[in-house]
């Protein structure tokens, strides 16, 4: 009985295991940033499709306490406002902010946050608020 126990605990575990792995993925590519405009970003080595309920998981580096998130397609400015999901964040204590895409975004190609006061003129985030680093992002369950 004892042997049977222990083996449905370890594949319990495996189990676990498995589906955090298939349901997370470090996105990659190459982390930059701008004080002049109080952002930062990650350009994705390859391009990625995100899908409506697609969930994100951002480590917010810098001190803005709040942020606007935007996945970049190819072909679009980067001066551009377009790409961006969800309007306003708040960031957390912890630096780590989790959101669900509220629109589908094909062929990204950046993912970038931004902080300062007001991102393209569009997001009064406040004069204090400070700028944002991408540290690191994945996609997850």
């Known amino acids: 009985m004892k042997r049977l126990s222990i083996g449905v605990i370890l594949i319990f575990i495996i189990t676990l295991i498995f589906i ?13 940033k701008s004080s002049k405009w109080g952002s930062g970003w990650l350009d994705l080595s390859e391009k990625k499709n995100f899908k ?24 679009v400015d980067q001066n551009s406002s377009s790409g961006i999901d969800g309007g306003v964040v708040k960031v957390p204590k912890n630096r780590i902010v989790k959101i669900k895409l509220k629109e589908n975004h094909r062929n990204v190609v950046q993912i970038s946050v931004h902080g300062g006061s007001n991102p393209w003129g569009l997001f009064p985030l406040g004069e204090k608020n400070g700028s944002a680093i991408l540290l690191s992002a994945e996609r997850t369950d």
């Open 20 to 32: 955090h792995e298939v349901y997370s993925e470090p996105l990659k590519g190459e982390f930059g």
């Open 52 to 75: 409506k309920g697609d969930k994100l998981k951002l480590e917010i580096g810098g001190k803005a306490k709040k942020i606007v998130v935007r996945l970049l397609p190819k072909g």
